[in-house]
């Protein structure tokens, strides 16, 4: 029996359609009739910043993939304010975002790039659920009272908050209709953009430098428009890290946001995947792509590039099981209340230096098999 067609959601439809054409056109008619002034571009990047980072430090990172836990008062502020980017509310968001990792690229995948990128981008918020939707992959959201309280008025809060409070605060500069535009429709068309660009453009362009497994790249020019969502690859092989940009150069102001507020104590139990297991998928990137290039090569050359990265995987390796073994010596220090000078914290130390030093290792025989690769010549 052939699946029944969706149906169409006509207000999704009129409302994505004609957001970004009063938000974009509406407010460059106004200005141009009246002019700019200096509050209004600063009210569009005040509530776009705060309604922004609520999605990707909220919905996103805490929320879909408990990156960390938010106390219940930062819980509070990214679930209205969350609500202001009318994205459904983080139940619904979350839900969908758990599917669309569990069956990324696959016919499940809500918004699954194989239909197309603006499928993904946009045209999969044009059909109606189906009425038996259930939420059974979220049930710790399910269970949080706060969640379901957004649930029931998310849409509430979107409309009267996220049009309400800009056309207040026009008002008081005299001009709620400029409030509106800037602080309203122009900052939710923006935000809706810059979010859908991660499920269509993050997977289409870039690189893919820790698997191949599925069709997410990293992607640093989105990253700038996205608060660091932008590198997607490395995402969608470690989800539950609340870094996404994992290098200290790496444009992801929400990862800078979330270890802020950790250092204040709104956030604690941060995921960070070890640097070993990062270093190890990368490297096992590099050895794919190297091994394309060493079948035709001399078989001296060969041999000995891959003994280097041979070395370098042992000392990744190692330097993986010593992560495990200092985070049991933490955990074991918090639970007895060693100092530092402690027998216990002495060997956490010389751990440490090992890890460190392994990590080295890595690093330099895969620095000298890049070397013999790059020497090589083209179409080796």
Known sequence: MDAQPKQKDWINILFLSLTPVIGVVGTALYAWRNGVQWW????LFVLFSVVSFSVTAGYHRCFSHKSYTAHPALQAFYLFFGAMALQNSVLKWSADHRDHHRYVD????????????????IFW?????????????????????????????????GIVAGLGIPTAIGALFGSPLAGLLWGGFLRIALIHHTTFLVNSVAHLYGTRPYTEENSARDNGLLAFFTNGEGYHN???????DFRNGVRWWQWDPTKWLIASLHFVGLARDLKATPRAVIE????????AKAEERLVSAPTEIGVAVRLRMERAHHALDRAAALWHEMDERRREMLVRGRLRSSELARSLDSAIREYKSSIGVARREWRQAARMLSKLPEGV
């Open 125 to 157: 918020l044009f059909y109606k659920e189906p009425s038996e939707r259930s939420y059974d992959n979220v049930p710790d959201l399910s269970g949080n009272r706060m969640v379901v309280w957004q649930y029931r008025w998310s849409h509430v809060i």
């Open 40 to 43: 209004q571009p600063a009210l």
């Open 234 to 240: 490395f995402h969608h092989k470690f989800p539950a």
């Open 280 to 287: 190890k998928s990368r490297l096992r990137m590099n050895l």
């Open 106 to 121: 696959k016919e499940w995948d809500p918004y699954s790039i194989r239909r197309g990128g603006l499928s993904a981008h």
